[in-house]
T-cell receptor, first 116, second 110 residues
């Protein structure tokens, strides 16, 4: 099966600019996660969707970050305006409760964001 | 603060040796998982151990879980250069919330 797709792979922007990331999960996976991974640290959950509903967005900086999953399939994560400390890799993952490996998350390759 | 904390932060061993990484956590969990991340790539699931299990094996991997001490260990036996990566534990609570630790960077020298 195809894996989790993310684009772009790399993005360089100036601070105060806007940026958007896209994620297409594994077909049939109802749960989608966005993580922020700062260099040298573990991934930090930003938002979790179950189909097109938000399950957990407690660590999403809502003044500048937004995410949507309108049709319960692919998702976009937006930062507006970006700050220097947003430089990180943004990882998307998906999982499925209906598969035999429902607890396992499948990760995309990530988008490396550099804010100058 | 993050739920899982791996120890050591970095580990360097010779090929063929065993590598042991530890993970401690603070609250009740449904399961604990270990993931590997090669440089510049996404994470890959390695193994899952449920809260009612004490030990699991998968190939060269052995995971233990001690819920009384809120700790887990990952043992990689007969290490290879290809095992060089960062290893993360993730705790999963009953609400299916994943919390990753800061990771252990393993270097296996040929």
């Amino acid at each position: 099966e195809a894996g989790v797709a993310q684009s772009p792979r790399y993005k360089i922007i100036e601070k105060r600019q806007s940026v958007a990331f896209w994620c297409n999960p594994i077909s049939g996976h109802a749960t989608l996660y966005w993580y922020q991974q700062i260099l040298g640290q573990g991934p930090k959950l930003l938002i979790q969707f179950q189909n097109n509903g938000v399950v957990d967005d407690s660590q999403l900086p809502k003044d500048r970050f937004s995410a949507e999953r309108l049709k319960g399939v692919d998702s976009t994560l937006k930062i507006q305006p970006a700050k220097l400390e947003d430089s990180a890799v943004y990882l998307c993952a998906s999982s499925s409760r209906t598969s035999g490996r429902y607890n396992e998350q499948f990760f995309g390759p990530g988008t490396r964001l550099t804010v100058l | 603060s993050q739920q899982g904390e791996e120890d050591p932060q970095a580990l360097s061993i010779q090929e063929g040796e065993n590598a042991t990484m530890n993970c401690s956590y603070k609250t009740s969990i449904n399961n604990l998982q270990w993931y590997r991340q090669n440089s510049g790539r996404g994470l890959v699931h390695l193994i899952l151990i449920r809260s009612n299990e004490r030990e699991k094996h998968s190939g060269r991997l052995r995971v233990t879980l001690d819920t009384s001490k809120k700790s887990s260990s990952l043992l990689i036996t007969a290490s290879r250069a290809a095992d060089t990566a960062s290893y993360f534990c993730a705790t999963v609570n009953y609400g299916q919330n994943f919390v990753f630790g800061p990771g252990t960077r393993l270097s296996v020298l040929p």
